[in-house]
């Protein structure tokens, strides 16, 4: 069984810019959350996506996007880029659209210059 | 988002000893309640989690105590060990794979 990846490990962009981050979800889980972790917090609910529909969105401005793939995999997208963006981003994935635990990826590493 | 409130900030304890960690919610909507452990660097793996029509759940050195009434739940980690030094947080939802309301973490450090 296959866990949750994400891809970058780490990037670093410039304040305006705009980025993509990826996500596999668990093998069979066609759910997938996204959190942004800042440092020495804990994690905050950005979205969810079950079976390619947004299902449920946090306090985050809509310059945060996303998007769910057929195969379950998804992106976050966040446009015009500000400092306090720097934070981990974190993806979960679950089986079904409700009931099920969420497991988490290693994060993404983003830091805005 | 209804708050989750974890205390304390940090905690030391020695090889073999109990650590506890506690939190509070407000929403009395909410029905799971998990623990989650983090590493520096990685993403926070899934402890153990708890919903609330039972007051305790023990796995292994790791047990969670529940009280409904008073909206509170703790983290027990028996015999702790160094391997354990890391970042907990609690966290709650209503139901098990909706958002997640985390707490503030608690890092705890072992020592040998």
């Known amino acids: 069984e296959t866990g949750v990846t994400q891809s970058p490990t780490h990037l670093i962009k410039t304040r305006g810019q705009q980025v993509t981050l990826r996500c596999s979800s668990q093998s069979g889980h066609n759910t997938v959350s996204w959190y942004q972790q800042a440092l020495g917090q804990g994690p905050q609910f950005i979205f969810q996506y079950y079976r390619e529909e947004e299902n449920g969105r946090g306090n985050f401005p809509p310059r945060f996007s996303g998007l769910q793939f057929p195969n379950y995999s998804s992106e976050l997208n966040v446009n015009a880029l500000e400092l306090d963006d720097s934070a981990l981003y974190l993806c979960?994935?679950?089986?079904?659209?409700?009931?099920?635990?969420?497991?988490f990826g290693p994060g993404t590493r983003l830091t805005v210059t | 988002q209804q708050q989750v409130k974890q205390s304390p900030q940090s905690l030391i304890v020695q090889k073999g000893g109990i650590s506890i960690i506690n939190c509070a919610y407000e929403n009395t909507a909410f029905d799971y309640f998990p623990w989650y452990q983090q590493f520096p660097g990685k993403g926070p793996a899934l402890l153990i989690a708890i919903r609330p029509d039972v007051s305790e759940k023990k796995e292994g050195r790791f047990t969670i105590s529940f009280n409904k009434s008073a909206k509170q739940f703790s983290l027990h980690i028996m015999d702790s060990q160094p391997g354990d030094s890391a970042t907990y947080f609690c966290a709650a939802s209503i139901n098990a794979g909706n958002m997640l309301t985390f707490g503030g973490g608690t890092r705890l450090m072992v020592k040998p």
């Open positions: 979960a994935s679950s089986l079904e659209g409700m009931g099920s635990e969420q497991y």
